[in-house]
């Protein structure tokens, strides 16, 4: 097996999440990327193809995340196809943090930030990776490895746009193969991590011994760079060379996308516009995915207001929090932790009303399976989702002015 065989199988077709994986395991350290897409770097090889070890192809969640493998090492059994979109867990919390500033700065209450915060505190971490910007330009998703609690604040909150994403942890593994690691990552990225840590290999041993958490924020789908960029040029009419900072749920919740420039100025582009032109900007991988949630992290956190898009257009008012899903060992661990440090606040709730964002994504899984196109396998082998009508996209996300014409 190799490089070329993760080209045919999973990049060729549109499989790749960008999760960043195989150039974490690659052992001659021989991936990079070109944008979204891995690549053989020549100048590390020198020829058209590598050494041929498939850790590359066996640690890719493109087409096979392997969930029923994972769940049978955590939990000791499958998921049941009632748990087909929310996975195994132990209890549910409705959960936000209690310091203001994180509070104020996350997506939904700062739950999954104050998890790294105590990961870095308590449980032996020394480090987080979570998703931040690019220093070189900041409107561009990145990944950020950080060590001080408090400066996770500035990395929280959603970012809607793919980047490259594991390959930042070969850094740490290289060269500080001693330091604990807390990750947050969406469903693609845990399931990769999930399938390293079953590997024997160098890279899968580190991985068993030295991540001690995984945290997820749920995700209906992410959006490529340009579908940002052209949010910033075409809607917001902003040159992308003067943007410093981008956030995308600022403001009273659920939060809008703030771009702010170089002159100081602070411009907003409403959430739920953001959502609608993002669309245009999905890939095969997103729009076909399986999974809302891995269901395999430590943890899991949705948006405490199930349908935040309504939120949006209507401008209404809210407490908000996070959906917390606690599932390992681990994860009540950290959620203890984080409760008897005064961190976290968090009472039991009720799994009820429908999430948009997961609606979303069972109509587009519903119509993926249809296709005949290649999709990645779902975690339940054979399983297919059959819904009395699969509503569109667009319907679901209509902008305002529609719905009132209805
Ligand atoms: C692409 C995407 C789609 C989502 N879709 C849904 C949905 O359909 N329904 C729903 O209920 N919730 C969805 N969420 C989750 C929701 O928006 C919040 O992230 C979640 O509720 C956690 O909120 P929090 O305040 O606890 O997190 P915060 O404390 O704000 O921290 C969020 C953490 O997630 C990390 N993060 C943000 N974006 C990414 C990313 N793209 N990849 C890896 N890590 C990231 C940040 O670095 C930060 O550490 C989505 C999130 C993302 C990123
Ligand atoms: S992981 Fe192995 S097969 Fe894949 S690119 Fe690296 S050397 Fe080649
Ligand atoms: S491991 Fe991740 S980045 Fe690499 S090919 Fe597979 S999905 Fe793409
Ligand atoms: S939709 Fe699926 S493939 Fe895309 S970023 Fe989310 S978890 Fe990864």
């Not at 970012?159 to 594991?166: D, F, K, R, S």
């Not at 947050?184 to 991590?193: E, K, Y």
């Not at 490529?224 to 040029?233: K, N, S, V």
Request: proline share 7%.
């Amino acid at each position: 097996m190799t490089f070329h065989q993760l080209q045919r199988e999973i990049i060729e077709p549109g499989l790749c999440t960008a999760c960043g994986a195989c150039q974490l395991a690659c052992p001659p350290d021989v991936i990079g990327f070109d944008g979204l897409l891995p690549v053989l770097t020549a100048d590390a090889w020198g020829a058209d193809d590598c050494a041929g070890c498939g850790d590359c192809l066996a640690v890719c969640p493109g087409l096979d995340p392997a969930t029923p493998a994972a769940e049978e090492r955590l939990f000791g059994r499958t998921r049941e196809p009632a748990e087909r979109w929310t996975g195994v867990f132990a209890e549910v919390l409705a959960g936000h943090a209690t310091e203001p500033g994180l509070y104020r700065a996350s997506a939904s209450g700062g739950s999954l930030t104050v998890l790294l915060q105590t990961a870095l505190l308590a449980l032996g971490a020394g480090v987080a990776l979570c998703m931040g910007r690019d220093p070189e330009e900041p409107w561009r998703a990145a990944p950020v490895l950080v060590r001080d609690p408090a400066a996770l604040v500035e990395q929280s909150q959603s970012t809607y746009q793919l980047a490259p994403y594991l390959g930042a942890l070969r850094q740490v593994m290289r060269e500080e193969p001693e330091t604990g690691v807390a990750l947050t990552g969406v469903a693609c990225h845990i399931q990769a991590m999930r399938k390293l840590q079953a590997m024997d290999t160098a890279a899968g041993r580190w991985a068993r011994d030295r991540v001690v958490l995984m945290v997820e924020p749920a995700c209906s789908s992410s959006t490529r760079p340009e579908g940002t960029a052209t949010l910033i040029r075409e809607r917001a009419e902003i040159p992308l060379e003067s943007v410093v900072r981008l956030r995308y749920r600022e403001g009273e919740y659920p939060g809008n996308i703030e771009i702010r420039t170089d002159d100081g100025e602070r411009h907003t582009v409403a959430f739920w516009q953001a959502v609608r032109d993002f669309a245009a900007n999905k890939t095969h991988r997103c729009l076909s995915c399986g999974d809302w949630m891995s269901g395999i992290a430590d943890v899991s956190v949705s948006d405490g207001d199930p349908n935040i898009f309504a939120a949006s257009v209507e401008q209404r008012e809210q407490h908000k929090h996070g959906r917390v899903f606690v599932r390992t060992g681990a994860g009540a661990k950290a959620v203890a932790e984080a409760g008897a440090r005064g961190l976290l606040r968090h009472t039991p709730v009720e799994l009820a009303g429908l999430n948009l964002g997961l609606e979303r994504k069972r109509n587009r899984r519903a119509s993926y399976e249809k296709s005949g196109l290649p999709i990645p396998n779902g975690p339940i082998p054979g399983h297919t989702e059959e819904l009395a009508e699969i509503v569109p996209d667009e319907r679901l996300i209509a902008a305002p002015e529609t719905e009132a014409s209805r």
